[in-house]
């Protein structure tokens, strides 16, 4: 099969464009991306763009740059396409800043124009978003999943363009299985999406997502779990493993109160358990915790 010339282009053309994306630059001779000089928009003259792969702007971050744009102002340019002929722009990369801009308070803001298609549009903002680290893991697939759909890439293809391995794009992919109910716990964080991934096959991969994160479980142990047979049936909870500096923290604290510790993490933080067998051992651990 004869490699599309449109593909050779393009990753041509990325390849001028990747890790200069908000920087104003000259358009090579014969380059098919134009781009204009750096400029100050009206921030009414910019809107979003829809096919945007990142959804989820968390308030605090927002709160925290609108305040520093308040004090020093808009540091990176918010990179923009032309979407009329009224001077009106659409944003390829920056909606973080041109929204916490608007709270802040700004009539306009420094743009970079670019002139590009919509499939290229795309591209730009999935890659910007990666390599800021500033999409989650399902907005991430959402987008490889657009250009799939939309523009005929193939994983490998996928892969090239946004400087992933095929089977990183293959492994993001895969979480556009789950329910979305799973996938509301990779967004919030609660759930990794090497943990999410054990479960594409479940039967029930909310009910097993809410177990591992309980039990703050390794994702070794959430193949284990998800590739037991009951596991849906109220199978045995995985035991957790506990490495020597645990164990050693525990007989520490064991020793020093006399009553039996135990320390068990969790994927955000964990908890520390005291037993005791008779009210007397409860009162002297209320007396040691009061001094």
């Known amino acids: 099969m004869n490699e599309d010339p449109t593909r050779r282009r393009l990753g041509r053309g990325l390849a001028a464009l990747i890790g200069e994306i908000d920087r104003p630059s000259s358009a090579a001779p014969g380059s098919e991306q134009?781009?204009?000089?750096?400029?100050?928009?009206?921030?009414?003259?910019?809107s979003p763009n829809p096919r945007n792969p990142r959804r989820?702007?968390?308030?605090?971050?927002?709160?925290?740059?609108?305040?520093?744009?308040?004090?020093?102002?808009?540091?990176?340019?918010?990179?923009?396409?032309?979407?009329?002929?009224?001077?009106?722009?659409?944003?390829?990369?920056?909606?973080?800043r041109w929204r916490a801009a608007q709270r802040a308070g700004l009539t306009e803001v420094p743009v970079i124009v670019r002139d590009v298609d919509d499939r290229v549009a795309l591209e730009l903002a999935i890659i910007e978003n990666v390599q800021r680290s500033d999409l989650n893991p399902v907005e991430e697939a959402a987008g490889y999943q657009q250009l799939m759909e939309e523009h005929n890439y193939t994983q490998a293809d996928l892969g090239q363009v946004i400087g992933k391995s095929r089977s990183h794009v293959a492994n993001t992919l895969r979480l556009l299985k789950l329910p979305q109910s799973v996938r509301d716990m990779i967004i919030d964080g609660s759930l990794t999406a090497g943990h999410a991934r054990t479960l594409v096959n479940a039967a029930d991969p909310e009910k097993l997502a809410r177990r591992i994160i309980e039990e703050g479980l390794s994702v070794r142990q959430a193949e284990a779990l998800a590739s037991e047979?009951?596991?849906q049936e109220?199978?045995?909870?995985?035991?957790?493993?506990?490495?020597?500096?645990?164990?050693?923290?525990?007989?520490?604290?064991?020793d020093h109160i006399g009553l039996?510790?135990?320390?068990?993490?969790?994927?955000?933080?964990?908890?520390l358990r005291v037993g005791y067998k008779t009210l007397e051992q409860l009162d002297e651990l209320c007396r040691l915790l009061q001094r």
């Open 229 to 231: 047979p009951d596991a």
């Open 56 to 96: 989820n702007f968390a308030e605090e971050d927002l709160a925290d740059l609108s305040n520093s744009i308040r004090e020093h102002g808009i540091v990176q340019p918010v990179v923009v396409r032309p979407a009329a002929a009224d001077g009106r722009y659409e944003i390829i990369a920056g909606e973080r």
């Open 234 to 254: 109220g199978a045995p909870r995985v035991k957790r493993e506990k490495d020597a500096d645990t164990r050693s923290l525990e007989k520490l604290l064991s």
């Open 34 to 46: 134009v781009v204009r000089e750096d400029r100050r928009v009206p921030i009414e003259f910019i």
């Open 260 to 271: 039996k510790v135990q320390i068990n993490h969790k994927e955000k933080g964990g908890e």
